[in-house]
């Protein structure tokens, strides 16, 4: 499951990346181990606003589609 098959007001656990270039999601505070909670879906599905950890993040359908999560 990925970031972008949570529903609005579902929270997850961030477990790994399916991107090989992952830098740019690690430099962005998406950590494994760091909780993640869908606040606004975008009309069209991007963008996507969540909230990591203390701070509120909007992500590119194509980036939450990289970001493996294991549903809370």
Same mark, same amino acid.
């Given at each position: 499951?990925?970031?972008?098959?949570?529903?609005?007001? *579902?929270?997850?656990?961030?477990?790994?990346?399916?991107?090989?270039?992952? =830098?740019?999601?690690?430099?962005?505070?998406?950590?494994?181990?760091?909780?993640?909670?869908?606040?606004?879906?975008?009309?069209?599905?991007?963008?996507?606003?969540? =909230?990591? *950890?203390?701070?509120?993040?909007?992500?590119?359908?194509?980036?939450?589609? *990289?970001?493996?999560?294991? *549903?809370?």
């Amino acid at each position: 499951m990925t970031v972008a098959d949570l529903k609005l007001g *579902q929270s997850a656990v961030i477990t790994n990346f399916s991107a090989t270039n992952h =830098l740019k999601l690690l430099d962005m505070g998406c950590v494994p181990g760091n909780t993640i909670k869908i606040i606004h879906i975008g009309l069209g599905g991007s963008p996507i606003a969540v =909230l990591l *950890q203390d701070y509120f993040l909007a992500l590119r359908l194509s980036e939450a589609s *990289q970001i493996e999560v294991t *549903q809370l």
